[in-house]
Structures are given as structure tokens and as C-alpha cells.
């Protein structure tokens, strides 16, 4: 039989200072998006929902190559690291988006097939 241990959690192992594995970094994480949870399935007809997915994690110096950042963000987080109260540090945000396809009642209730644009996040960077 196969078991898991059971990790200390980081505030039972007195955590004071921010992971330095990555693990906090600048990623895509999972979001589903139900319709019927946000009040539009009375006009989409499909997809209930979709995986709209969404961005979060600190943009570190130095900035490593995965994080996709631009030349602004590396030298604003340069600029944050001497100076913590002149700049922000870079945001963690989408860099690539894809669209969906969805069909819905128009106002004369007629069904439309329609792709939205930007929809789903594909990637994430530091800008």
C-alpha cells in the first residue's frame, strides 16, 4: 500500500521568508469559469464554461529566463531591489491569450456561433 507523508505546513514550520525554489514565481494557474456561476447561462447556450486559467506569482531579481519578461520589467525590478519605494516590482500577468468559441441568444433569441478573442490564458510573464 502506497502512502503519502504529510508535508509540515509552512506556517507550522515557522516560515519567515519567501520560497527560493520558484515555486512562488510568475506562473498560470487553474481557473474554471461556469457560466450559471456567474449569472450568464441565460444567454450562452455552450460551453457551460470554459478554463479561463489566470496568472499570479512574484516577478524575482534577477529575473530568470522562464519568466518571460521584457527589458522594462528586468530594469524596473533592478530599480525595485536598490529602491523598494521608487518602483513597483514587475507584475506577473498574461503574455499569450487564445480565443474560445461560444454559441448564445442574440436579442432576437436566434442562436449565434461566435469566437471571443483573448480569452484563455496561455501564458504568463513579468511586465
Not at 518571460?68 to 491569450?97: E, F, R
Request: include cysteine.
Amino acid at each position: 500500500m502506497l502512502t503519502r507523508r504529510k508535508r509540515a505546513s509552512s506556517m507550522s514550520m515557522g516560515r519567515k521568508h519567501k520560497r527560493k525554489d520558484g515555486r512562488d514565481n510568475c506562473r498560470r494557474h487553474p481557473l474554471y469559469v461556469d457560466f450559471a456561476d456567474v449569472g450568464w447561462n441565460d444567454w450562452i447556450v455552450a460551453p457551460p464554461g470554459y478554463d479561463a486559467y489566470y496568472c499570479q506569482g512574484d516577478c524575482p531579481f534577477p529575473m530568470a529566463d522562464h519568466l518571460n519578461s521584457t527589458n522594462h520589467a528586468i530594469v524596473q525590478t533592478l530599480v525595485n531591489s536598490v529602491n523598494p519605494s521608487a518602483v513597483p516590482k514587475a507584475c506577473c500577468v498574461p503574455t499569450a491569450l487564445s480565443s474560445i468559441s461560444m454559441l448564445y441568444l442574440d436579442e432576437e433569441n436566434k442562436v449565434v456561433l461566435k469566437n471571443y478573442q483573448d480569452m484563455a490564458v496561455l501564458g504568463c510573464g513579468c511586465r
